[in-house]
């Protein structure tokens, strides 16, 4: 409710209601808090943190990757991006949603942005549903999905961030 006040009062004192009516209907919601989860601010490494996720998810012991859906060639995958290994980062990386032409898949340091981390931590990202598709809320822990926002936030490099500071007032992940 206070979201709600605080955008009609935004509103009202701009004259630019529609604007921030529009903006306030585009959020993400049902987002997991991962402000609990310590920040990683140097030594993610694309390869092993990320791609592994998209190889295989899941932590207790099964199999089971975004990679799994999201495969060559690009125009078959679900939603037409294929996460597989030696093509995921470039098909991330500063590059337009193929269902949104407003948001990018990945905006370096701003993993508020990218619809990779709204895809991963909300259950209503701004398209689209919550990844990965067919399994429960909570299937990628607060940890892996803090681990990508991390690496966004660090630049989203295709090798290794390397430890640009962000300072500790950071907010992570979504309020809600």
Not at 11 to 16: K, R
Not at 36 to 57: E, K
Not at 131 to 143: H, K, Q, V
Request: aromatic share 10%; with cysteine.
């Amino acid at each position: 409710m206070r979201r709600g006040v605080l955008v009609a009062a935004l509103a009202a004192c701009s004259g630019l209601a529609g604007s921030f009516v529009a903006f306030a209907q585009t959020l993400p919601n049902g987002c997991t808090s991962i402000a609990d989860v310590p920040p990683q601010f140097s030594g993610i490494q694309y390869g092993a943190a990320i791609q592994g996720l998209f190889d295989n998810f899941l932590t207790n012991g099964g199999t089971a990757g975004c990679a799994d859906c999201h495969t060559s060639p690009a125009s078959g995958a679900a939603g037409h991006l294929d996460l597989t290994d030696g093509v995921s980062w470039a098909h991330l990386f500063d590059v337009t949603s193929y269902n949104d032409h407003n948001i990018k898949y990945v905006v370096p340091n701003h993993p508020e942005q990218s619809l990779l981390f709204q895809k991963v931590n909300c259950d209503n990202p701004v398209t689209g549903a919550r990844m990965p598709f067919g399994f429960p809320p909570g299937t990628l822990s607060p940890e892996q999905q803090a681990t990508i926002y991390d690496w966004i936030a660090e630049g989203a490099p295709s090798g290794t961030t390397d430890g640009i500071f962000r300072n500790g007032f950071d907010v992570r992940g979504f309020a809600q």
